[in-house]
């Protein structure tokens, strides 16, 4: 059976504001991400665990996400603002046609943001291909997607360290 390919727009905004310090970038919304309007949405997903374990709070929703990110000088946002996937798969080796968000404008708009961090390859090689004089540092942290599995909650926690690190 051959799905059919779905061309999807981002459709909501990055969580930023003008103390935002760090943007971490994911590649694309999930279809659960999409249904929620919200990032990191889907259930196994270990963004939140990974943020909840290093900086020592509990988000139980939503709201509580977007308000812990902000004071802590964190924004998100995504990588890619417009795509081909085929329906109902959002892993990353099922995108194609990818059109980036406008990253540098989103920079010279909060000037205070000196590092990026993509979680995820494709986020990664789509920065360094469509932007590769950003001025600022791109770094490359672990897929925190529930289809790596590759690698240990414990080892994504360590990775995601220096994101405390370079905010306290």
Request: glycine share 4%; hydrophobic share 35%.
């Amino acid at each position: 059976m051959t799905r059919s390919l779905m061309r999807l727009e981002h459709s909501f905004d990055p969580i930023i504001d003008s103390e935002s310090r760090v943007l971490i970038l994911g590649s694309f919304p999930s279809i659960r991400s999409f249904e929620d309007a919200f990032y990191y949405a889907h259930p196994r997903n270990q963004f939140w665990p990974i943020m909840e374990r290093l900086f020592d709070v509990l988000l139980k929703d939503n709201e509580s996400k977007r308000t812990f990110a902000l004071s802590r000088g964190i924004a998100l946002y995504d990588t890619y603002g417009s795509l081909q996937r085929s329906e109902g798969n959002s892993s990353d080796s099922n995108l194609s046609d990818l059109r980036p968000n406008d990253i540098p404008s989103l920079l010279q708009q909060y000037p205070k943001i000196t590092k990026l961090f993509c979680t995820g390859r494709k986020s990664y090689e789509g920065i360094k291909k469509y932007f590769p004089d950003l001025g600022v540092s791109v770094i490359l942290l672990p897929s925190t997607s529930p289809a790596y599995a590759a690698m240990r909650f414990e080892d994504k926690l360590e990775a995601y360290s220096v994101i405390k690190a370079l905010l306290e």
